[in-house]
């Protein structure tokens, strides 16, 4: 084994400890009137102690096992290590949903090495499911091997979308969204971007896009959608950014970054 597959296997290993033991104390030490904490870039843009209490939980076990290493985390964690390796951190992604007692929610953690993300883990709670992938083994999901469901005809394609919290993006989000529920089979808004990613790697989904991602929102879950057979891209010729971030298999991955192009997905 080479230093580096021994590298990635214990960034897995502690990803994957990190996820499970925040989402039990998400999962097991939700208060039963769970109160906003702090807002962030909008009124609807919420924080509870739970979020801090699990990048607490998560960013201190990391920094035990591996203390030279860069942290980002999306309640604050900032921390620029000299091992090469990053942490990129959402210790409860679909806040919301956690706060109105609806399951779709998760703990994302991902790994850069050099900039490449190499580990991804999304833990979801409410279903029971650990997913995860390093670079160039595939994705899993509980143990089992995830893959992409084929690419169906556009109007036969299920995609998740999901919407900003400032006002004018809103706005523009649902603009897109009515010239583009027509021309498909549906479209869903979980409310959790990393659960959404890991149900396209899961065939759940055909595809994703959303327009205002942030690196903790998409970094973890888009790995697992590319080991799982996706691509994924922001605008097109550009990686997934805050700007645009799509996900979906070959054939049809195409065809919905030609009409986000075509519609001006990434304006506000």
Known sequence: MTDRQELLDELLDVALTAARQAGALLRDGRPEHLEVAATKSSAVDVVTEMDLAAEKLITGLIA??????????????????????????????????????????CVSIAAELDGERVVGVVEIPAR??????????????????????????????????????????????????AELLPRFRDIRRGGSAAVDLCDVAAGRLDGYWERGLNPWDYSA?????????????????QPPSPELTVVAPEGLFEQLQILLDELGAWHD
């Open 128 to 177: 029971g499911e650990t997913a995860h992938a390093v670079r160039g083994r595939g994705a899993q999901l509980n143990g089992r091997p995830l893959a992409v469901r084929p690419a169906p005809p556009l109007d036969q394609a299920l995609i998740a979308t999901g919407f900003g919290y400032l006002r004018e993006r809103r706005a523009q989000q649902a603009r897109v969204v």
């Open 221 to 237: 879950g888009v790995l697992i959608a590319e080991e799982a057979g996706a691509r994924a891209s922001g605008r097109t010729g």
């Open 64 to 105: 035990e096992r591996r203390p030279d290493d860069g942290m980002l985390g999306e309640e604050g964690a900032d921390v620029t290590g000299t091992s090469g390796v990053r942490w990129i951190v959402d210790p409860l992604d679909g806040t919301v949903n956690y706060l109105y007692g609806l399951p779709a929610w």
